[in-house]
């Protein structure tokens, strides 16, 4: 199966694929494996600034865990150190050294047994590095009908292949003509969105969906959590989507866009506080 990377069709562009940069178009990868069949892998997305990497140990401590949740062979892997390089290597091979750049990460199993364990089965680590849009214009979301996934069935705190429920949330708003889809959990909190998570303000307190909503904790929403409690009053919550309309600022987090203004929620508006919105993303960065 030849590999290559979403929305990319130029020829020129490379890919890594287990420690060698290739050209995207000639990189081929087995069409038999646990990773095409079930989605049995786990990946991390991350922003690159003028060629490095931002918050790089806090992304590979995460995707260590999903490869230790996949119950593989961690020793089979190169240390975070080797892959980094690697994928610093491919950031400047596609041009990136300056400005943004998005770079994912992608551990795939090879598995070929069904659900039954192999020992001896192999794995793909590609990286793909790409432009990473710059947007800061305010996004507009809607409540779907999608809800998160308890922790009880999977660790809601890892970024595993198989979640097809987040594709679902972004599919109703982009149909319904939003930028993002607000997940509720499964007692009908809020939650987050497809691709972020969510804050907001009333008055002066801050507030954020809690880890009991089943969210996945981003990076950039635990690093925006530990500067505002150096200031604010914070509260991690499990708010009903009336006590989110009734905000006064609203805000999203994850590693490509920082801190990004929410300008709608379903038929409510909200202003922007540029300011406010420039501190919290300094608050952010590395």
Same mark, same amino acid.
């Given at each position: 199966?030849?590999?290559?990377?979403? @929305?990319?069709?130029?020829?020129?562009?490379?890919?890594?694929?287990?420690?060698?940069?290739?050209? /995207?178009?000639? /990189? *081929?990868?087995?069409?038999?494996?646990? @990773?095409?069949?079930?989605?049995?892998?786990?990946?991390?997305?991350?922003? /690159?600034?003028?060629?490095?990497?931002?918050?790089?140990?806090?992304?590979?401590?995460?995707?260590?865990? @999903?490869?230790?949740?996949?119950?593989?062979?961690?020793? /089979?892997?190169?240390?975070?150190?080797?892959?980094?390089?690697?994928?610093?290597?491919?950031?400047?091979?596609?041009?990136?050294?300056?400005?943004?750049?998005? +770079?994912?990460?992608?551990?795939?199993?090879?598995?070929?047994?069904?659900?039954?364990?192999?020992?001896?089965?192999?794995?793909? %680590?590609?990286?793909?590095?790409?432009?990473?849009?710059?947007?800061?214009?305010?996004?507009?979301?809607?409540?779907?009908?999608?809800?998160?996934?308890?922790?009880?069935?999977?660790?809601?705190?890892?970024?595993?292949?198989?979640?097809?429920?987040?594709?679902? =949330?972004?599919?109703?708003?982009?149909?319904?003509?939003?930028?993002?889809?607000?997940?509720?959990?499964?007692?009908?909190?809020?939650?987050?969105?497809?691709?972020?998570?969510?804050?907001?303000?009333?008055?002066?307190?801050?507030?954020?969906?809690?880890?009991?909503?089943?969210?996945?904790?981003?990076?950039?929403?635990?690093? %925006? %959590?530990?500067?505002?409690?150096?200031?604010?009053?914070? +509260?991690?919550?499990? =708010?009903?989507?009336?006590?989110?309309?009734?905000?006064?600022?609203?805000?999203?987090?994850?590693?490509? =866009?920082?801190?990004?203004? +929410?300008?709608? *929620?379903?038929?409510?508006?909200?202003?922007?506080?540029?300011?406010?919105?420039?501190?919290?993303?300094? %608050? *952010?960065?590395?």
């Amino acid at each position: 199966m030849i590999f290559s990377p979403g @929305g990319m069709s130029d020829k020129n562009r490379y890919i890594l694929l287990n420690g060698t940069l290739l050209k /995207a178009e000639e /990189a *081929v990868i087995p069409a038999v494996s646990a @990773g095409l069949f079930y989605g049995a892998g786990c990946f991390e997305t991350m922003l /690159a600034i003028d060629g490095r990497i931002q918050h790089a140990d806090d992304h590979f401590e995460r995707f260590f865990r @999903g490869i230790d949740y996949l119950r593989t062979q961690r020793n /089979a892997l190169p240390e975070s150190h080797a892959i980094q390089d690697s994928l610093h290597q491919l950031i400047r091979r596609n041009g990136l050294e300056k400005g943004r750049g998005r +770079v994912r990460l992608q551990y795939s199993l090879l598995e070929t047994s069904g659900y039954r364990s192999e020992k001896e089965a192999g794995h793909l %680590l590609f990286g793909e590095a790409a432009p990473a849009v710059s947007s800061r214009e305010p996004l507009s979301l809607t409540f779907t009908t999608v809800s998160t996934i308890s922790s009880k069935a999977r660790p809601a705190c890892l970024k595993l292949s198989n979640m097809l429920h987040y594709r679902e =949330a972004f599919r109703i708003a982009e149909e319904s003509g939003y930028d993002d889809g607000i997940l509720l959990s499964d007692m009908g909190a809020v939650a987050e969105t497809s691709i972020a998570n969510i804050f907001w303000k009333k008055e002066n307190v801050f507030y954020t969906p809690s880890r009991s909503c089943n969210i996945l904790p981003g990076i950039i929403r635990n690093k %925006l %959590l530990n500067g505002l409690r150096c200031s604010y009053s914070v +509260v991690e919550t499990e =708010a009903d989507p009336d006590v989110l309309m009734d905000a006064d600022t609203v805000w999203v987090t994850n590693s490509i =866009a920082g801190v990004r203004p +929410v300008k709608q *929620v379903g038929s409510r508006f909200f202003p922007e506080d540029e300011g406010l919105t420039k501190l919290l993303n300094s %608050l *952010v960065q590395e």
